[in-house]
Nanobody, 120 residues
Framework: QVQLVESGGGLVQPGGSLRLSCSASGSIFSPNAMGWYRQAPGNQREYVAGIISSGYTDYADSVKGRFTISRDNAKNTVYLQMNSLKPEDTAVYYC??????????????WGQGTQVTVSS
């Protein structure tokens, strides 16, 4: 079975940077789309960024210009470089792998989440 594992979360000051990684393991796995969602307590799950196998990238308006998503297809790994972080970026970030970028399907795979906290 496929398992997605996120890493790279932590505590950072406003204006700082973090890089998140999501790696798939456990089986042969080549999803069309991989990306990131986030959820803060009391809030809805929010789409952040996604990338498909061709390299096309897509970003939520709230992070465009600050975050960069990239993908290593051979390693089934996706990265999220987060710059100019703001307190409102604080959330648990979840990796998703599946057929679509923004649409959530019951066939998607999800990671366990990694906490990102932006605070002074």
């Amino acid at each position: 079975q496929v398992q997605l594992v996120e890493s790279g979360g932590g505590l950072v000051q406003p204006g700082g940077s973090l890089r998140l990684s999501c790696s798939a393991s456990g089986s042969i796995f080549s999803p069309n789309a991989m990306g990131w969602y986030r959820q803060a307590p009391g809030n809805q799950r929010e789409y952040v960024a996604g990338i498909i196998s061709s390299g096309y990238t897509d970003y939520a308006d709230s992070v465009k210009g600050r975050f960069t998503i990239s993908r290593d297809n051979a390693k089934n790994t996706v990265y999220l470089q987060m710059n100019s972080l703001k307190p409102e970026d604080t959330a648990v970030y979840y990796c998703k792998a599946g057929a679509s970028l923004r649409r959530i399907r019951d066939t998607d795979y999800w990671g366990q989440g990694t906490q990102v906290t932006v605070s002074s």
